[in-house]
């Protein structure tokens, strides 16, 4: 099958080089768009000052730049354009779901780690968007 649209979603860990490899092996020469999309989870750390409950957004505006740089440096890299990279904050399912609709997606590549002990009580991000999306799914098994 030929894909033209193909969302990678990007982990900041050792699975992006198989991840992304797998997503290239999927494309059409030229005719294939390349997305890249990293989800940053929200900061749950709350501080207390003065008796009230303040939260640490500086955290969060480092966090957003520093994953901005780092999806910056992979898709120059791999020589994704810059304007398909996307560094999004929320929950993780509606992100890649929500990316997969906008760009018209054929394809969501993702890592699929394996899970042990109490891991196996919580899905992982391929488990969790499989049955929403209308597009097909890629798991890439990481060791």
Known sequence: MSYQTVLVALDRDESVKRVISCALSLANGDNTKLFLI???????????LNGEMTFPIE?????????QAWI???AEQ???EK????????DTKFEIIEKASNISADIIVVGS???HG???LFSDTADAIL???????????IE
């Open 38 to 48: 990293h989800v940053n989870q929200p900061v749950i750390v709350n501080t207390f």
């Open 59 to 67: 955290i969060e505006q480092e966090l957003l730049m520093a994953s």
């Open 72 to 74: 910056t440096t992979i």
């Open 78 to 80: 791999y020589a994704i």
């Open 83 to 90: 304007d398909n990279c996307f560094i999004c904050e929320g």
């Open 113 to 115: 780690h394996q899970k």
């Open 118 to 120: 109490l891991a196996l």
């Open 131 to 141: 049955h929403e999306i209308r597009c097909d799914l890629l798991a890439v098994h």
